[in-house]
C-alpha cells in the first residue's frame, strides 16, 4: 500500500520567507508526528497529533513554528520568518495509535535550505 | 528526560564480518524500544520493536536483543547492501514521541 508522502521534497528559500511544507499519512494511521534531522544530528521531535488534535506540540523550536491537521489526513508544518538555523531536513510519520509501542513508518523527508 | 546513546558512530565491516551495534537508554517507563534504519536522502524504514527485557526478534540477517539498559543489533554475515545508518529509538510510557539516537553508520565492503 502507498507509505507516507511528503512534499515539496526539496525547497529552498530566502531568509526571512514563509515556508509550507505537507504530509499525507497512510490511510487510517490517526496520530501523525513531524520530526526534524539537522546535518550531524538526531531526530528531534517536534509535533504529535491524534486526530486533528495536538496534545503534544513541546518540541516546537520557537513560535515561528507551526502546523495542523486537518480531516484526520494531511497535514501542513509552516515555518514563518525563516532563519538560516531552520536549514534541515523535515520528517513526517504516522502510526496506527499513539501509544501501545506502535511503530512509527516515515516520509521521504522535505530538505528545506534557507540561504 | 530520555536520553539514548549509540555506538560505535562508525563501523567498517568486510563482507560476511559479523558485528553488532549497541543502544544505550535512559527512559523513565518504557513502553518501546525501535530500531530503523536509513539510507542517504531517505526517510527511517521500521526494523523492530522489542516491549521487554529479553526479548528477540530477527529479520533476514538483523537480531535485535533488549535489556533493561540497552539493545544489541547483531549483523549476521553482512552484505554491502546492509550499508546504512541504522538508528535506535525509545518510547516511554506517558507519551508517544520517539527520543533518538544519534545513530551508526554502517559500511559493508565487498
Known amino acids: 500500500g502507498a507509505g507516507v508522502s511528503q512534499s515539496p521534497s526539496n525547497k529552498v528559500t530566502e531568509k526571512g520567507k514563509d515556508v509550507e511544507l505537507r504530509c499525507d499519512p497512510i490511510?487510517?494511521?490517526?496520530?501523525l508526528y513531524w520530526y526534524r534531522q539537522s546535518l550531524g544530528q538526531g531526530l528531534e521531535f517536534l509535533i504529535y497529533?491524534?486526530?486533528?488534535?495536538?496534545?503534544?506540540k513541546s518540541g516546537l523550536p520557537s513560535d515561528r513554528f507551526s502546523a495542523e491537521r486537518t480531516g484526520g489526513s494531511v497535514s501542513t508544518l509552516t515555518i514563518q520568518r525563516t532563519q538560516q538555523e531552520d536549514s534541515a531536513v523535515y520528517l513526517c510519520?504516522?502510526?496506527?495509535?499513539?501509544?501501545?509501542?506502535?511503530?512509527?513508518?516515515f516520509g521521504p523527508g522535505t530538505r528545506l535550505t534557507v540561504t | 528526560e530520555d536520553q539514548v546513546t549509540q555506538s560505535p558512530e562508525a563501523l567498517r565491516l568486510q563482507e560476511g564480518e559479523s558485528s553488532s551495534l549497541n543502544c544505550s537508554y535512559t527512559?523513565?517507563?518504557?513502553?518501546?524500544l525501535f530500531w530503523y534504519r536509513q539510507d542517504p536522502g531517505k526517510g527511517p524504514e521500521f526494523l523492530f520493536t522489542?516491549?521487554?527485557a529479553g526479548e528477540e526478534k530477527e529479520k533476514e540477517r538483523l537480531k535485535a536483543t533488549l535489556t533493561k539498559k540497552e539493545s544489541f543489533l547483531h549483523i549476521t554475515a553482512p552484505k554491502p547492501e546492509d550499508s546504512a545508518t541504522y538508528l535506535c529509538?525509545?518510547?516511554?510510557?506517558?507519551?508517544?514521541?520517539?527520543?533518538f539516537g544519534e545513530g551508526t553508520q554502517l559500511t559493508v565492503n565487498p
Open positions: 527512559v523513565s517507563g518504557l513502553r518501546g
Open positions: 497529533f491524534q486526530g486533528n488534535s495536538a496534545p503534544d
Open positions: 510519520a504516522s502510526s496506527l495509535r499513539p501509544s501501545g509501542g506502535y511503530e512509527q513508518y
Open positions: 529509538a525509545v518510547q516511554e510510557t506517558s507519551g508517544s514521541r520517539l527520543t
Open positions: 490511510s487510517g494511521h490517526t496520530a
Open positions: 522489542l516491549y521487554s
